[in-house]
T-cell receptor, first 115, second 117 residues
Framework: EAQVTQNPRYLITVTGKKLTVTCSQNMNHEYMSWYRQDPGLGLRQIYY???????DKGDVPEGYKVSRKEKRNFPLILESPSPNQTSLYFC??????????????FGPGTRLTVL | AQSVTQLGSHVSVSEGALVLLRCNYSSSVPPYLFWYVQYPNQGLQLLLK??????LVKGINGFEAEFKKSETSFHLTKPSAHMSDAAEYFC???????????????FGQGTILTVHP
């Protein structure tokens, strides 16, 4: 089954404790992206990657890191989480043709709480 | 820079009534436009997309949207609402050919659709 998987689905942590949220897709998509969803703000893009070893900032990259060492994986790293990073996080992937990104397929989400 | 505005954070309709969810965008180049639906406790699912072909786009579950360049709008409609349509709907824009923000997808704030029996 074609899908985007995220782990963990739920995470409660404390301020300053480094964490990684994994994202994996089995559709051989070149493009992957991370979003956070907050009430009243919709989804905001954190980082995206057009291909292996190619990443770029979205609209809200502060406090996050990403890496793209393999095509299928795109982990999101919070080096020192803070309470304002409490949110629902989505990973997505897509095919692309040159610079054109087509519809994105979303993972089930990771609900993160930072105390 | 691109942006998306969804008018109305909540829309309530009766079952069988017309559904109209509004979306206006701004983009420096001809955009690609998308509508996604999010059911409770789930990820986002693509409803339909506009990528510079036909201006009237048909999607899944009986939804359709019309791209109107002059109005910079991409409103989502469904002739007859069903209880199962209750969800949150997001309009999104990415820059098409000629854009410099390729790879960036900008979402609206979302509209929660409630369907009453």
């Amino acid at each position: 089954e074609a899908q985007v998987t995220q782990n963990p689905r739920y995470l409660i942590t404390v301020t300053g404790k480094k964490l990684t949220v994994t994202c994996s897709q089995n559709m051989n998509h070149e493009y992957m992206s991370w979003y956070r969803q907050d009430p009243g703000l919709g989804l905001r893009q954190i980082y995206y990657s057009m291909n292996v070893e190619v990443t770029d900032k979205g609209d809200v990259p502060e406090g996050y890191k990403v890496s793209r060492k393999e095509k299928r994986n795109f982990p999101l790293i919070l080096e020192s989480p803070s309470p304002n990073q409490t949110s629902l996080y989505f990973c997505a992937s897509s095919t692309r043709q040159g610079i054109i990104i087509y519809e994105q397929f979303f993972g089930p989400g990771t609900r993160l709480t930072v105390l | 820079a691109q942006s998306v505005t969804q008018l109305g954070s909540h829309v309530s309709v009766s079952e069988g009534a017309l559904v109209l969810l509004r979306c206006n965008y701004s983009s420096s180049v001809p955009p690609y436009l998308f509508w996604y639906v999010q059911y409770p406790n789930q990820g986002l699912q693509l409803l339909l997309k506009y990528t510079s072909a036909a201006t009237l786009v048909k999607g899944i579950n009986g939804f359709e949207a019309e791209f109107k360049k002059s109005e910079t709008s991409f409103h989502l409609t469904k002739p007859s609402a069903h209880m199962s349509d209750a969800a949150e709907y997001f309009c999104a824009v990415s820059e098409g050919t000629g854009g410099t923000s390729y790879g960036k997808l900008t979402f609206g704030q979302g509209t929660i659709l409630t369907v009453h029996p």
